[in-house]
């Protein structure tokens, strides 16, 4: 079954204690996202990946890394977590040249 | 600048009754527009992806149609279920470099 997969689904973590959640996806898919999601403010895109070592900011990075070594996986790492940082998370891939992406369920972070 | 403004912000409607969400852009270059339903706390579910040449696709009681001109997009659900209550969001992908831009999304409930 096509799909992606992030883990965990919910983390509640300390300020300053570093994290990080996975994403990987079974489609051999080049392109690969991360979006955080807050209430009133919809989807916003963190980083995205071309293909494997090509990453680049989205509309709102400060705060998180990325790293892209393999194709099917694409970690967000929160070196220092803030509880601004508290949202959901998800992570996307897809086709390169626009093509339907697929959802990860989401991860939920709390950050305190 | 490159946005997506959705109408209206939430709906309530009687199950069984049609109703339509509306989605005007300003995203330019422009590549596809995607309409997604998202359940509460899951991760978003592509409906219909419709290109610069198509005007209409549908899928089962979903109906999306697209104005380039006019840059505008509707979607139209038939014969409301209750589980059709969710969030729906308008998506634009520029041409180049797998931008997407998000509407804020409308929240449909349907009532029994």
């Known amino acids: ?112 | 600048k490159n946005q997506v403004e959705q109408s209206p912000q939430s709906l309530i409607i009687l199950e069984g009754k049609n109703c339509t969400l509306q989605c005007n852009y300003t995203v330019s270059p422009f590549s596809n527009l995607r309409w997604y339903k998202q359940d509460t706390g899951r991760g978003p579910v592509s409906l219909t992806i419709m290109t610069f040449s198509e005007n209409t696709k549908s899928n089962g009681r979903y109906t999306a149609t697209l104005d380039a001109d006019t840059k505008q997009s509707s979607l139209h659900i038939t014969a409301s279920q209750l589980s059709d209550s969710a969030s729906y969001i308008c998506v634009v992908s520029m041409e180049y470099g797998n931008k997407l831009v998000f509407g804020a999304g409308t929240i449909l409930r349907v009532k029994s």
């Open chain 1, 1 to 112: 079954e096509a799909q992606v997969t992030q883990n965990p689904r919910y983390l509640i973590t300390v300020t300053g204690k570093k994290l990080t959640v996975t994403c990987s996806q079974n489609m051999n898919h080049e392109y690969m996202s991360w979006y955080r999601q807050d209430p009133g403010l919809g989807l916003r895109q963190i980083y995205y990946s071309m293909n494997v070592e090509v990453t680049d900011k989205g509309d709102v990075p400060e705060g998180y890394k990325v790293s892209r070594k393999e194709k099917r996986n694409f970690p967000l790492i929160l070196e220092s977590p803030s509880p601004n940082q508290t949202s959901l998370y998800f992570c996307a891939s897809g086709e390169t040249g626009h093509t339907e992406a697929f959802f990860g369920q989401g991860t939920r972070l709390t950050v305190v």
